[in-house]
């Protein structure tokens, strides 16, 4: 019973987002952009100026916490070593009530996970891999920075005149640095969540793979009469695409590198 009433009163009380309208260090805030499991996202304002900010809270209840103020620190310091047109970048930190606040520039646009299921926006081969090249080469240049993002993903994708950007660096990691932000040994966590949480570029590979399966499936019209198959039965794929399918998941060779991948991608557009 205390620990659902605990729950309760982080959700309900503690971590409340903050109110459009209220103000936080020198911004207004205009809208709650998400709600994950270690901070608030918001859009705001700076006072006196029209110009629209993005400004990520730690959660209250993780005052203390390594996945607190010391986790948005390490975010702010990944996106301070990065300068790219398509990432976001700092603005400033700042830190109210004993609760850290990074700002950062923002960046309008559609997630691709909107596109795809809010506007059912499909994605041909072709179309599929051109994005997948685009976003290949953003988490390549991460790679050059000795960066794993950790959590390429669609609703981490925001589309901007046909072009991706990519956002949410809070599980980023620098190469050489422990994949946890606390002392949970991490061997003890299950397989696939060490190859995604790995700090190695396979994890991004992966998550490559499975974002060009979510552009692929736009396109699947399921059959309710047939029971759930493996991607390989279900999508009718170019013998190039699966096989580009089938390194990115380490089912028949893998890819040691993003810039390997792109060199197939830039193959299959030019075939």
Known sequence: MW??????????????????GQTLGGYTIRSVLGVGSYGIA??????????QVVVKQTKPSRRGHPKGLGMQLYEKKILESLDHPQIPQVVEHFVQNDVGFLVMSYIPGITVEELLFDKGQQFGEAEAV????????IVDHLHQHDIIHRDVRIPNVVMQNGEPYL??????????????????????????????????????????????????????EADESEAERSWQEELSLSPPLRTILQKLFQIDGSYSTVAELIDDLDHFLHI
Request: overall charge positive; hydrophobic content about 40%.
């Open 42 to 51: 918001y859009l705001a304002s700076p006072l006196h100026a029209d110009t």
């Open 3 to 20: 620990e659902k009433l605990l729950t309760l009163y982080r959700t309900h009380w503690l971590d409340r987002p903050y109110r459009p």
């Open 130 to 137: 051109r994005l997948i090249c685009k976003l290949a080469r």
């Open 167 to 220: 956002i949410d660096f809070g599980l980023a990691r620098f190469i050489g640095d422990s994949p946890t932000y606390t002392d949970d040994p991490f061997d003890h966590y299950p397989a696939e969540k060490q190859l995604k949480r790995a700090v190695h570029p396979s994890s991004d590979l992966l998550a490559l793979g499975h974002f060009l399966l979510f552009l692929l499936y736009s396109t699947y």
